[in-house]
């Protein structure tokens, strides 16, 4: 079964969950309609009358030392996978001609690859702090950068042809005009780690006569397109700083929470908007990410263990997302070396939330860097991992859906409505 059918069925299994209440596990749509969005049937959070704690320093601390800086590394990062990518479409051109080794291209595509992950990795952190501008207008900027699990390789087939003809349907091609299926990161990990240099279009209609072009031409091609996708990825990070730090950005709305004139009329409506986007690690890893490939969630092998419907099938980096977005839970949820949730759940009398939910954390990113392998290779050789890191991210996902919620006051997103898992 092709990578495109696997991948669709992960997206739908994953959308239809917010149709029914499965048993034991739930899961939500992968844009950004719902993702972040409180429950409009609940009223408004009101502050717990017998709590002094300090709503603005937690408002304040993570959005300028936790939040912001993910972002700006992440534009940071994005820039730097540019100049890489680069340097090995030249190496493929260079190999093409007679002026290069097989080692030399190598050692350049492993650069592009390693520019890949350290994006990526970043991306997987900012994946939980999805707030303003990564759901404003149904999550368009975040899907633009990372479209998982919506995602078809076939279609970036598609695109890579477009490209070299730099036409699609009579126009001049304009990656920023392309669906976010067919381009960001997801994009960019198809092209740079898939070895098979065939199209993977299982419908009638394919790309013409990409099969017979030589080896060359298509690495050439693929990497070119790579390249471009590569920048427009850069343009939407710089487009989500404007968004986020420029003048009457998201970040200083944050901060105004409560103040006259400002779109939040308390500060905990302004801090239940950032809980939400912990919910990430209940809908997205817990259950796409884990659930599903565990056959927990049906999925296109048949609700059973299903390597090929892991996050990332190409680069094998599926076990280092779930770190990340643990890493970047961990830091919202204490945060850091400022105030955080656990000060908050401290001062409202739950300290064994905070110190549970700190453990739980931990526990699970713990056994989340004991991997040797992939989680494609864990699923068929020690499911049993899989297995006990599903349970530890549940763990914490179920305290944070009852007490940590319970304790501050705080409204369920709507991916989480019904939810009894």
């Given amino acids: 079964?092709?990578?495109?059918?696997?991948?669709?069925?992960?997206?739908?299994?994953?959308?239809?969950?917010?149709?029914?209440?499965?048993?034991?596990?739930?899961?939500?749509?992968?844009s950004g309609e719902s993702f972040g969005t409180s429950l409009a049937t609940t009223p408004n959070p009101a502050p717990n009358p017998s709590s002094n704690f300090n709503q603005q320093a937690l408002l304040e601390n993570i959005t300028d030392n936790i939040i912001t800086p993910v972002f700006e590394q992440f534009a940071t990062v994005?820039?730097?996978?540019?100049?890489?990518?680069?340097?090995?479409?030249?190496?493929?051109?260079?190999?093409?001609?007679?002026?290069?080794?097989?080692e030399q291209v190598n050692a350049t595509r492993d650069n592009a690859r390693t520019a890949w992950r350290n994006t990526m990795n970043v991306?997987?952190?900012?994946?939980?702090?999805?707030?303003?501008?990564?759901?404003?207008?149904e999550g368009l900027?975040?899907?633009?950068?990372?479209?998982?699990?919506?995602?078809?390789?076939?279609?970036?087939?598609?695109?890579?042809?477009?490209f070299k003809a730099g036409?699609?349907?009579?126009?001049?091609?304009?990656?920023?005009?392309?669906?976010?299926?067919?381009?960001?990161?997801?994009?960019?990990?198809?092209?740079l780690f898939n070895e098979q240099l065939n199209h993977s279009c299982m419908t009638s209609t394919q790309p013409e006569n990409w099969d017979n072009q030589t080896d060359g031409y298509r690495k050439i091609a693929r990497c070119e397109f790579a390249l471009e996708a590569a920048r427009d990825v850069n343009n939407s990070a710089k487009e989500l700083i404007t968004a986020w730090s420029g003048n009457n950005g998201y970040a200083s709305t944050l901060?105004?929470?409560g103040s006259i004139g400002s779109q939040f009329?308390?500060?905990?409506?302004?801090?239940?908007l950032i809980s939400d986007g912990l919910f990430y690690l209940d809908t997205f890893t817990k259950d796409g990410k884990l659930a599903t490939p565990l056959g927990l969630q049906a999925n296109s092998?048949?609700?059973?263990?299903?390597?090929?419907v892991v996050e990332s099938v190409y680069a094998h980096h599926s076990v280092t997302n779930i770190e990340n977005n643990l890493l970047a839970f961990q830091k919202l949820l204490t945060g850091k070396t400022g105030t955080g949730f656990t000060h908050y759940l401290i001062d409202v009398g739950d300290p064994d939330t905070a110190d549970s939910m700190s453990t739980d954390v931990q526990l699970a990113i713990d056994g989340v860097q004991s991997y040797q392998n992939s989680l494609a290779d864990a699923l068929v050789n020690n499911e049993a991992q899989v297995t006990q890191t599903h349970a530890d991210v549940k763990q914490v996902t179920d305290r944070l859906k009852i007490d940590f919620i319970t304790s501050l006051s705080l409204k369920l997103p709507a991916t989480s409505a019904g939810d009894n898992d």
């Fill in 167 to 191: 036409v699609v349907n009579g126009q001049p091609f304009n990656i920023a005009q392309r669906t976010p299926s067919r381009r960001g990161l997801a994009a960019i990990e198809y092209l």
């Fill in 1 to 30: 079964m092709s990578v495109n059918i696997n991948h669709t069925a992960l997206s739908i299994a994953i959308v239809a969950g917010l149709l029914v209440s499965a048993c034991g596990e739930s899961t939500s749509s992968s």
């Fill in 123 to 137: 991306w997987q952190q900012a994946e939980v702090m999805k707030v303003g501008p990564l759901t404003d207008n």
């Fill in 141 to 162: 900027l975040r899907d633009k950068i990372y479209s998982w699990p919506v995602v078809n390789s076939c279609s970036v087939d598609f695109e890579v042809v477009n």
């Fill in 255 to 257: 901060k105004a929470a």
């Fill in 265 to 272: 009329s308390t500060e905990l409506e302004a801090i239940n």
């Fill in 78 to 102: 994005s820039a730097t996978q540019i100049p890489e990518i680069a340097a090995y479409c030249k190496m493929e051109k260079d190999i093409v001609l007679g002026n290069a080794t097989t």
């Fill in 301 to 308: 092998c048949g609700s059973q263990a299903c390597p090929d």
